[in-house]
Structure formats: C-alpha cells, structure tokens
C-alpha cells in the first residue's frame, strides 16, 4: 500500500504560480507512475498531467501545456506540479494518483482515473479574475 498527501494549495490571483507537493509513504514513489488530476464542482476528475515511472518526460493534458510542469524528487519521495500562469478556470481540488507499474513499463504513460491505484486527499487552488 501507499499513501499519498497533497499539499501547497492556496488562493492566488490569475497570473500568478503556485507549486503542489505529493509525498509519499509507504513505497517509495520511483516505483510508481505519477498523476494530477483536478476536479472543479459539478465537473467530472479531469486529466492534468502524468510523469512516468522512469525518466522525467512528463505528459499534459492539451489544457494545461506550457503552463504545468512535473518533476519528481525520488530521494525525498516527493512529486511537484508546478503551475505558471493560472487562469480562474484552474480553480479546482487537485489530486495526485498513484500506479504500480514494473521496470519494464516504466515509460508508458497513463491518463485516465482508473489506471490509478491510490489518491490523496486533494488540496484546494482557487485562482481569483
């Protein structure tokens, strides 16, 4: 099992950057692909990005490109979103997922929820016209 734990949401105003945190516990996160979703009320969980579980090429949904980054610390089990540029329409609960995923998958990419075995909690970004 492992558990995962978001952090650094806030209130901000559009334009401005925010950085989250997915921590780890449990495993270790280099032996897992890596998700952000974002779900906004009445709105279904939407994509924003993946970083697989090796290598640092990371994938965003259409959304979100050039603006999002991932990154992944793997010594301190942590996994970063960072968020340039923020618009009202990024107001959302962000998640991070999990998935186990072998060696010799370790490039392939996955974005949809239920490729995902474990979530945090979430962590509110409201972004303010």
């Known amino acids: 099992q492992v558990q995962l734990v978001e952090s650094g949401g806030g209130l901000v105003q559009g334009g401005d950057s925010l950085t989250l945190s997915c921590a780890f516990s449990g495993r270790t996160a280099n032996s897992y692909a890596v998700g952000w979703f974002r779900q906004a009320p009445g709105k279904e969980r939407e994509f924003v990005g993946t970083?697989?579980?090796?290598?640092?090429?990371?994938y965003y949904a259409d959304s979100v490109k050039g603006r999002f980054a991932i990154s992944r610390d793997s010594a301190k089990n942590l996994v970063y979103l960072q968020m340039n540029s923020l618009r009202p329409e990024d107001t959302a609960v962000y998640f991070c997922?999990?998935?186990?995923?072998?060696?010799?998958?370790?490039?392939?990419?996955?974005?949809?929820?239920?490729?995902?075995?474990?979530w945090g909690q979430g962590t509110q970004v409201t972004v303010s016209s």
């Open positions: 997922g999990a998935r186990l995923v072998s060696p010799s998958n370790g490039n392939r990419i996955y974005r949809l929820n239920e490729q995902y075995d474990y």
């Open positions: 970083i697989p579980r090796s290598g640092t090429t990371a």
